[in-house]
């Protein structure tokens, strides 16, 4: 399979999607963007507000593991305040995916457009006429007053004795 590249290609990229595909690790992102959004002051949001939603499905460690898989695609970045760790948003590597997206939409957008395109040219043009019927040969339809023989593909079947 040849593999394509494009100018937003980059291993990095690798790393954001495959972050992207966890729903776990979505949720977390969509949290710290709101966090973000609200602007907060820049403190961040402590990693046990992060695993509160999760904790009736996994435990504390399970949710850092998801954390770690973030920070190494660089979505996201910890900092340890005392015993407290806060995660924050770091958006770089979203808009390269968003761009990597746009590429494709815009690719797509076209091909469709393009195809509509065509199928309205194809309704607006005038239809081609009927093909006149051709003569059918004629059937056979007498019917066979003698019985047919029965027999199999190899010849007529043997009664047993």
């Given at each position: 399979?040849?593999?394509?590249?494009?100018?937003?290609?980059?291993?990095?990229?690798?790393?954001?999607?495959?972050?992207l595909a966890?729903?776990?690790?979505?949720?977390?992102?969509?949290?710290?963007?709101?966090?973000?959004?609200?602007?907060?002051?820049?403190?961040?949001?402590?990693?046990?507000?992060?695993?509160?939603?999760?904790?009736?499905?996994?435990?504390?460690?399970?949710?850092?593991?998801?954390?770690?898989?973030?920070e190494r695609?660089?979505?996201?970045?910890?900092?340890?305040?005392?015993?407290?760790?806060?995660?924050?948003?770091?958006?770089?590597?979203?808009?390269?995916?968003?761009?990597?997206?746009?590429?494709?939409?815009?690719?797509?957008?076209?091909?469709?457009?393009?195809?509509?395109?065509?199928?309205?040219?194809?309704?607006?043009?005038?239809?081609?006429?009927?093909?006149?019927?051709?003569?059918?040969?004629?059937?056979?339809?007498?019917?066979?007053?003698?019985?047919?023989?029965?027999?199999?593909?190899?010849?007529?079947?043997?009664?047993?004795?």
């Amino acid at each position: 399979m040849v593999k394509l590249k494009t100018e937003h290609d980059t291993p990095s990229i690798d790393l954001t999607f495959a972050a992207l595909a966890d729903p776990t690790r979505r949720a977390i992102l969509a949290r710290l963007a709101e966090d973000a959004a609200a602007g907060a002051g820049g403190q961040g949001v402590r990693v046990t507000e992060l695993a509160a939603p999760f904790t009736d499905a996994m435990s504390l460690p399970a949710v850092s593991k998801h954390l770690r898989v973030l920070e190494r695609a660089g979505l996201l970045r910890q900092e340890k305040d005392g015993r407290v760790r806060r995660c924050h948003l770091e958006p770089e590597p979203l808009q390269a995916a968003h761009e990597w997206v746009a590429h494709y939409q815009r690719f797509w957008s076209q091909k469709l457009d393009a195809l509509a395109d065509y199928l309205e040219n194809e309704s607006l043009a005038p239809s081609p006429q009927p093909r006149s019927e051709q003569a059918q040969p004629a059937r056979n339809t007498a019917r066979r007053d003698t019985p047919t023989p029965k027999s199999t593909p190899h010849g007529r079947k043997k009664k047993r004795s």
